[in-house]
């Protein structure tokens, strides 16, 4: 049942990346588009995530795009402060005396952290010099707070609303903390610039498709990794977690070892579409963490059918391609004499009304159409 | 015959309201038991205290050869210690299909690395075949549990618990919604797991008890009242009046 499935997402994406990346050759889709759908397959890739662990494991969590925004800010710091790093260094090489490393550092502090009235490097950019390093953070760091907070939530046995409640606690405090001057992230003007890759003179037509491409990658390994946890045995527990995880530990299963393997696991697939994301989009801020944005990945999923991973990319595709057309300005407005329908501001009701009728009607979302769920 | 689990006076309150009081009871490795009692006796909150669902206020329960505190372990741990129960209401994965179910039940690693890199063997298929016979699912085995007739998921229950091989199984009233001839199937497998492992089943249906031929203890208000054959503990005055009287 799995297989077949797997092999047909697998060739749509293909194609898909294939013909964009003629495209965008022959000119016939702008780069900023190629942007928006390689942000768009980050997205679906953190759907994915969501569906593991709420459509399969039946854990609501409302916190998981906090882990996608560590993802960013994590690769953020090296391509920011690697960027700078050559612009400080290309600046200072005109001076007679070759610059020192402490000069340098001075002139990168004082380039990033102008904004924020600093000069100094903060301890958390200690490894920002180095891209294997920070590549290794974009995993560690939302790992690594996914399982604590998993331990300690899992662990006193909090599930339900309580724990979704508990979750976008996390993500408003962790924005909050990110907001502050002091948090060493530069505030609310989040890291920006994030679209130069360091090192790399190709132009942005080029990075783009680059990015698609890896984009694309992330989604089909993370698809495949999501099928073979959803299908056999392991699937099977977690699925049971969901229905009557008290059942579950009398057959002998650690359900709260299973909920923080997943909880875990999902959080670094989100870090890592995070991760590819941001430098798509050019730039984060703390704002990116707030717990609306949570919410709204559940909504993506809840649209496209929980319990279905094809379903999760569904919903996430359509609704934020509809999200970003509507709220681009280029959809038309409405006149309707008395009042004109302008869907910048309307197109939060319509979606709203959506998950309400989807929720209400139709339990399986736009996957249901396709096929038998389980 | 040595115990295989023994609780010592074992209290629990809820809101006040003692439901198990100074419970003491003991079971040997290989004994069919029956536990029987007016409702709200404490015989559910009984099982939900070995299984590690409720905890005690005192007391101690005590399992295996060389006696183990349950007290200290997780519901899961128990489970994996060798205890399996089966719910007063037929619990099974209703999305899932009987195979998935048993196959869930089969005694094997629990963790999820380990489930992670499972893949059942011809055996352990076989295995799951087998056990779907006994309990008279073979042909259903590839059916949505959720489909199965009340009768069918408690034997789905009964074929998973065997899965499980435990070394005490906990059952809890599990005649309800039987038709005749599914009691008698019944008895006769309980009978028969009893050689091998303690069994102790919970039963209102007086008949049903009588049937399974077995050393019987009455509780009431959480404590055991009277405890030996059937014809003895109904000959006992005090049965009498607070369960058979009625
Ligand atoms: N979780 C609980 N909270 C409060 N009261 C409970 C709880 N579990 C059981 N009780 C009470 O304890 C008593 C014993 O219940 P139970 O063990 O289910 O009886 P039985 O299975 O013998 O009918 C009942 O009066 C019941 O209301
Ligand atoms: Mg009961």
Not at chain 1, 13 to 29: E, K, Y
Not at chain 1, 325 to 353: C, E, H, K, M
């Amino acid at each position: 049942m799995r297989h077949p499935s797997v092999l047909i997402f697998l060739s749509c994406l293909a194609l898909f990346t294939v013909a964009v990346t003629v495209m965008a050759q022959a000119g016939m889709v702008s780069t900023s588009f190629v942007k928006t759908l390689g942000m768009t397959l980050c997205l679906c890739l953190v759907a994915l995530a969501m569906d593991l662990i709420w459509g399969y494991a039946g854990i609501l969590s409302l916190g998981h795009f906090a882990f996608f925004g560590l993802g960013g800010y994590m690769i953020g710091m090296w391509l920011m402060y690697a960027r700078t790093e050559g612009i400080v260094v290309q600046s200072l090489a005109g001076s007679p005396l070759p610059a020192t490393p402490e000069e340098i550092r001075q002139g990168i502090g004082t380039q990033i952290f102008g904004v924020v009235g600093g000069s100094d490097i903060p301890w958390v950019w200690s490894f920002a010099h180095s891209l294997p390093l920070q590549l290794l953070l974009v995993v560690l760091v939302p790992g690594l707070l996914a399982l604590v907070f998993g331990w300690l939530a899992f662990r006193s046995r909090v599930t339900g609303v309580y724990l979704s409640i508990l979750t976008q606690a996390m993500t408003l405090a962790l924005a909050l903390y990110l907001f502050q001057n002091d948090s060493g992230l530069r505030g609310n003007n989040g890291l920006s610039g994030l679209q130069n890759i360091p090192g790399v003179t190709a132009g942005q037509d080029r990075v783009s498709v680059w990015l698609l491409w890896a984009s694309a990658l992330a989604l089909g390994l993370g698809y495949i990794l999501c099928s073979i946890m959803v299908s056999g045995k392991f699937g099977s527990v977690i699925r049971a977690i969901r229905d009557d995880e008290q059942r579950v530990r009398f057959l002998g299963y650690p359900v709260e070892g299973y909920k923080l393997f997943v909880f875990t696991l999902t959080a670094i697939i989100a870090a890592i579409a995070g991760a590819l994301y941001y430098p798509q989009a050019g730039i984060i801020n703390p704002t990116e963490l707030m717990p609306i944005a949570s919410i709204y990945l559940a909504v993506w999923v809840a649209i496209g059918g929980r319990g279905r991973l094809y379903g999760a990319v569904i919903g996430a595709a359509v609704v934020s391609l509809l999200s970003s057309w509507f709220t681009g300005g280029r959809a038309p407005s409405i006149p309707l004499g008395f009042y004109t329908i302008n869907w910048v501001d309307w197109w939060q009701v319509l979606l709203g009304l959506t998950f309400v009728l989807v929720t209400l009607l139709a339990p399986g979302g736009i996957g249901a159409l396709f096929g038998r769920g389980r | 015959m040595s115990a295989l689990l023994e609780v010592r006076g074992v209290s629990v309150s809820f809101d006040g309201f003692r439901a198990i009081n100074n419970l003491s009871f003991a079971i040997g490795t290989a004994e069919l038991r029956a536990v029987i009692g007016p409702n709200g006796a404490g015989k559910t909150t009984f099982m939900d205290i070995v299984t590690g669902k409720t905890r005690p206020d005192s007391g101690e329960v005590l399992f295996g050869e060389v006696p183990r505190s349950l007290l200290r372990m997780s519901e899961a741990q128990i489970a994996r210690a060798g205890v399996g129960r089966k719910f007063q209401r037929p619990t099974v994965f209703e999305n899932q299909s009987v195979f998935d179910n048993i196959m869930m039940a089969l005694k094997k690693p629990r963790g999820p690395f380990s489930v992670l890199r499972f893949r059942a063997s011809k055996s352990d298929r076989t295995r799951v075949r087998e056990l779907a016979d006994e309990v008279g699912l073979a042909p259903h085995l590839d059916r949505i549990s959720g489909e199965l007739s009340h009768g069918q998921k408690q034997w789905l229950e009964i074929g998973m618990l065997l899965a499980q091989e435990p070394r005490l199984l906990l059952v809890d009233e599990p005649a309800a919604g039987m038709t005749l001839g599914e009691r008698e199937h019944t008895t006769e497998l309980l009978t028969r797991l009893a050689r091998t492992r303690a069994v102790v089943v919970v039963e209102h249906d007086m008949e049903f008890v009588r049937r399974l031929n077995c050393k019987v203890t009455v509780l009431h208000e959480g404590s055991v009242l009277a405890e030996g054959s059937l014809d003895h503990v109904t000959a006992d005055a005090r049965v009498i009046e607070v369960y058979l009287g009625r």
